[in-house]
Nanobody, 124 residues
Framework: QVQLVESGGGLVAAGGSLRLSCAAS????????MGWFRQAPRKEREFVAAISWSSSITHYANSVKGRFTISRDNAKSVVYLQMSSLKPEDAAVYFC?????????????????WGQGTQVTVSS
């Protein structure tokens, strides 16, 4: 059983930056692909970014491409989401998730474990 704990959320002005972290425990971190999803009020949860176990493959939603960067440190069992040029529409609860198999990266159904989320608020 893998436990995921997100941190780093908060309030930031539009145009600002924020780095989210997700610490994993209870499993072999390098066995898992990792993803970030987000859910805004009254909206469905949506894919943001994903990274393979070796960091050789990354995927981004079109809405964040060029502004967000996903990375991971397998030695520390942490995955990061560096967010820059933040927009009010980026405000949401951000979740990290772990997947143990290949396949589709942007579908939440492919992920086995989820964190509780961290709130990101962007002021205009």
């Amino acid at each position: 059983q893998v436990q995921l704990v997100e941190s780093g959320g908060g309030l930031v002005a539009a145009g600002g930056s924020l780095r989210l972290s997700c610490a994993a425990s209870g499993g072999t971190f390098s066995n898992y692909g990792m993803g970030w999803f987000r859910q805004a009020p009254r909206k469905e949860r949506e894919f943001v970014a994903a990274i393979s176990w070796s960091s050789s493959i990354t995927h981004y939603a079109n809405s964040v491409k060029g502004r967000f960067t996903i990375s991971r440190d397998n030695a520390k069992s942490v995955v990061y989401l560096q967010m820059s040029s933040l927009k009010p529409e980026d405000a949401a609860v951000y979740f990290c998730a772990a997947k143990s198999r290949g396949g589709i990266w942007n579908s939440e159904r492919e992920y086995d474990y989820w964190g509780q989320g961290t709130q990101v608020t962007v002021s205009s």
